[in-house]
């Protein structure tokens, strides 16, 4: 390790786990908090995720998930890096206020991108606030460039018939699974999202709408139902990946995903679409899809995004 990159004086690195998730939840709410503050929104205060989407997101990471601790083994950092297949992704990442500046920023995000190289990740990304200059500028000069912008749109629950990943039998579900994995396959080729589909599934955080045509799955929707922050109501039912064959079946998906969230009792539905995909933008608008967010998509200069050449493939860079 450089001298550029070593470590502050008494902190070490090591794997987060469940037990750390109380002491994560208030990192995070402190960090993101002055971030906010830092961006002229001082009475924004980040709320505590569910604990049981923290669960999620380190057992996503799997040995990418690790946190900075001091010499009280104290929690000053952590970094998530996760791989779906030859696409890595970091998030969410954060130094609590006072850490900032001593470039333990720097080594958090330098230990993940090691990790994802060292495990032949084509894609290396992280997804920041546009308006954030700071975040943007900083890792700019670690190396990642600005590629496209991510707009959250949400959509209305309704009713709809839908096809579900947890109404199947065992053997069913397994060759879903697989069809998914074949699908993402021959659109993106070297991508794979079942360890999410499957971890979504065993963790009952939420589960995965599936269209079927003749030869098998031609689309479908990895949603969490569980409520994104700790102690309140369940508001929105959010898609993190997605896929579909042909751009024309992004209708018949949204309408099967709002039928999910009717059924699960949420008003609504959340839905990420990269500005890549303009046809897919186009029919989230016209399912009647109001804006609600913007992130910026930055990748690792040599480790940029393939657009899918047929079809859409949608990959949310958050947990």
């Not at 794997?15 to 960090?31: Q, V």
């Not at 009717?262 to 679409?273: E, I, K, L, N, S």
Request: charged fraction near 25%; aromatic fraction near 6%; include cysteine.
């Amino acid at each position: 390790m450089s001298a550029a990159l070593r470590q502050p004086r008494g902190v070490h690195v090591r794997p987060l786990g469940h037990a750390d998730i109380g002491a994560l939840n208030m990192l995070f709410t402190d960090a993101f908090s002055d971030r906010y503050r830092r961006d002229g929104l001082a009475g924004v205060r980040v709320p505590p995720l569910n604990p049981l989407i923290w669960r999620y997101a380190i057992e996503d990471a799997g040995d990418g998930a690790l946190c900075w601790v001091d010499a009280d083994d104290q929690l000053v950092a952590f970094n998530m890096a996760h791989q779906s297949g030859g696409e890595g992704w970091m998030g969410p990442l954060a130094v609590r206020p006072e850490w900032q500046g001593t470039g333990l920023g720097k080594q958090i995000v330098t230990r993940g991108v090691e990790l994802l190289r060292a495990r032949h990740c084509a894609v290396i990304g992280l997804e920041t606030m546009p308006r954030t200059m700071d975040n943007i500028g900083f890792y700019s000069r670690l190396g990642f460039v600005p590629a496209r912008m991510t707009v959250t749109f949400t959509l209305e629950a309704r009713h709809a018939r839908c096809a579900r990943l947890s109404q199947l039998g065992a053997g069913d579900t397994d060759a879903a699974l697989a069809s998914c994995a074949h699908l993402v396959h021959e659109l993106q080729p070297g991508v794979d999202f079942t360890r999410e589909l499957r971890l979504t599934h065993d963790l009952g955080v939420g589960d995965t709408v599936l269209l079927f045509g003749h030869d098998g799955v031609e689309g479908f929707a990895l949603c969490h139902e569980a409520p994104l922050i700790d102690g309140r109501a369940r508001d929105e039912l959010r898609v993190l990946k997605l896929a579909v064959r042909d751009v024309s079946l992004m209708a018949p998906l949204l309408t099967a995903v709002g039928g999910y969230a009717r059924d699960c009792g949420t008003p609504r539905v959340a839905v990420r679409v990269q500005g890549d995909y303009p046809e897919a933008y186009r029919h989230v608008v016209s399912a009647g899809g109001r804006v609600r967010w913007t992130d910026m998509r930055m990748t690792l200069a040599g480790h940029a995004e393939r657009i899918a050449e047929r079809g859409v493939v949608l990959s949310n860079w958050e947990v």
